[in-house]
């Protein structure tokens, strides 16, 4: 009795922490956000909305100032009221090249942009870089390059997710009353195949002094912050939940190994983290974010949850654990071949295909698992919280059905679907384990 007195003492206050976690979280966003929304409100900022040049194509003279650009075509970066970016929430957002008469172009295209700078009283400017590009862009300043976001050494440009970047104007700029900033921006083939509106510069980069650059870069990076922020607490609330099963699955009789519940939890934070760790630290190329998480942790992840779910009914249906492990590899086999950045040799709509058609495989035994568990065990809450984490776990065919939108924007901040079911599941879990817990006979120890 003392034993599963300590082991209801841990669940719960594992779901407090769990609940107080969440509840840091909504204030974070509420606060942090009235903290910084007027950051960007002065008077010595510059938004270069337009008219931008624009050009398809590549030549290093076109950064040049003395550059004739009259040929090429004009474009507007302004957005409409209330505009923002489906992610974060950054405001300002425009479609890109593809929704704009370019729909099967890809490679490089450039923005040029003559700017007077006398309305400037500072003598030291800067300019707060666009952040949100398809896929990387070089930025030149009267002809030289300032800087770069993406690795331009290689034949290719490396990419990495587009981050706030501010650059310093040389003081030569104030000197001559204008400057012209062209940006050299390429977008890979792979992405033009992820959506209809991409391409290019899509929320208008600033320019003005130095001290009010700053505090606009500040502000994009906080926003930043703040949209990925969930994907570092929910990892944590997850590894929680898994400490929170072995305790009960410890002191259980008769004793039930809790090793795929906690490898599905252990799988589901990593690929939640490494979200916030593509997009905050550029420790991953685009390229490398797809073998982690696209290529290995998502197939991992649905096979993994469904053996939890199999081991959770205690069912005994000798064929289907070796096909999960068959279609999980399968899985793995398709997601690599079919990525679009892989050798043209490959058919990669094929391979695409074939992924689509494993994951629904997965739907299928998952129906199967829930259905011969649920006439084995009435377990109402169990199938609740299978029900939360299956809209998570299969988003895309979820997103089919058209019931509920993707992301909201509570606080002006991005939070998927995805993320919200996850915090429920976690939720609706603790239940299901206090409430076994009330119902279990605890491990008899030896006299």
């Not at 006398?118 to 030149?140: I, K, N, R």
């Not at 898994?242 to 939890?265: G, H």
């Not at 279609?327 to 074939?354: C, E, K, R, S």
């Not at 997103?399 to 993707?406: C, N, Q, R, S, V």
């Amino acid at each position: 009795m003392l034993q599963k007195t300590k082991v209801s003492i841990t669940l719960y206050l594992m779901a407090i922490i769990t609940v107080l976690l969440m509840i840091l979280t909504l204030l974070f966003f509420k606060y942090s956000t009235n903290e910084v929304a007027t950051s960007g409100n002065s008077k010595t900022i510059i938004t270069l909305n337009g008219p931008w040049k624009f050009k398809t194509g590549d030549d290093r003279q076109w950064a040049q100032p003395n550059f004739n650009d009259l040929e090429w075509e004009t474009v507007d970066l302004t957005a409409p009221p209330g505009a923002h970016d489906g992610d974060v929430g950054l405001s300002g957002y425009v479609p890109g090249w593809t929704a704009r008469g370019y729909s099967t172009y890809s490679g490089y295209a450039w923005y040029r942009m003559t700017v007077s700078v006398e309305s400037v009283a500072d003598l030291h400017l800067a300019l707060a870089g666009p952040p949100a590009v398809d896929d990387a862009y070089q930025l030149f300043i009267d002809g030289a390059l300032a800087g770069s976001a993406g690795d331009f050494s290689g034949a290719v440009p490396v990419t990495y997710s587009i981050q706030p970047r501010m650059f310093l104007l040389p003081d030569s700029v104030k000197k001559d009353k204008q400057v012209t900033i062209a940006f050299r921006v390429w977008m890979s083939a792979a992405t033009l195949t992820q959506g209809a509106d991409l391409g290019g510069i899509h929320i208008a980069p600033d320019l003005g002094d130095k001290n009010s650059i700053e505090r606009r870069y500040q502000f994009q990076w906080n926003q930043s912050i703040k949209g990925y922020i969930v994907e570092i607490v929910e990892p944590v609330i997850f590894l929680l939940l898994a400490i929170s099963i072995v305790v009960l699955f410890r002191n259980m009789q008769p004793r039930r190994s809790p090793k795929w519940f906690v490898v599905a939890l252990v799988l589901l934070a990593l690929v939640r983290a490494n979200q916030a760790i593509y997009f905050w630290w550029q420790i991953e190329s685009t390229h490398q974010y797809d073998i982690v998480t696209t290529v290995l942790l998502r197939p991992l992840i649905l096979g993994a949850w469904l053996r939890a779910w199999y081991a959770w009914f205690d069912l005994q249906i000798k064929w289907m654990p070796r096909v999960i492990d068959r279609l999980t590899i399968v899985y793995i086999g398709a997601q690599l071949l079919g990525l679009p950045w892989m050798p043209d040799t490959i058919d990669h709509v094929l391979f695409q295909n074939i992924a689509d058609a494993t994951r629904f495989a997965f739907v299928a035994l998952l129906l199967l698992i829930v259905w011969k568990g649920m006439r084995k065990k009435k377990e109402w809450l169990t199938l609740l919280a299978i029900l939360l984490v299956s809209i998570g776990l299969f988003s895309q065919e979820f997103a089919l059905l058209h019931l509920i939108p993707g992301i909201y924007f509570p606080y002006g901040v991005g939070v998927s679907r995805t993320q919200y079911v996850y915090a429920g599941f976690v939720l609706v879990m603790y239940v299901v384990l206090i409430q076994k817990n009330r119902e279990s006979q605890p491990v008899a120890v030896a006299a």
